[in-house]
């Protein structure tokens, strides 16, 4: 398997598993928010009102479109 292969499955890698964690984001910071609130840096965001799932998929988008362009670059 050549490099150009493995950093096109790294992309589709990628894309499958952000895409389960944008579906399911919300529903998992609703049911663990006890579990949320005893770490410091993650209080400010049940503070905030949570984390909704169009914010979590806006910020995977721009962590793909990072990977996108390191790669194309590679």
Same mark, same amino acid.
């Given at each position: 398997?050549?490099?150009?292969?493995?950093i /096109?499955?790294?992309?589709?890698v990628? %894309?499958v598993?952000?895409l389960?964690e944008? /579906?399911?984001? =919300? +529903?998992? $910071?609703?049911?663990?928010?006890?579990? $949320?609130?005893? $770490? =410091? %840096?993650?209080?400010? /965001?049940i +503070?905030?009102?949570?984390?909704?799932t169009? =914010?979590?998929?806006?910020?995977? %988008?721009?962590? &793909? /479109?990072?990977?996108? %362009? $390191?790669? &194309?670059?590679?």
């Amino acid at each position: 398997m050549n490099l150009k292969k493995v950093i /096109l499955l790294g992309r589709l890698v990628f %894309l499958v598993h952000d895409l389960e964690e944008v /579906l399911t984001v =919300e +529903k998992w $910071i609703n049911e663990n928010k006890s579990a $949320i609130e005893k $770490i =410091e %840096l993650a209080r400010s /965001l049940i +503070k905030s009102g949570g984390y909704t799932t169009a =914010e979590f998929a806006i910020t995977v %988008l721009f962590i &793909f /479109l990072m990977f996108m %362009l $390191i790669a &194309f670059f590679a």
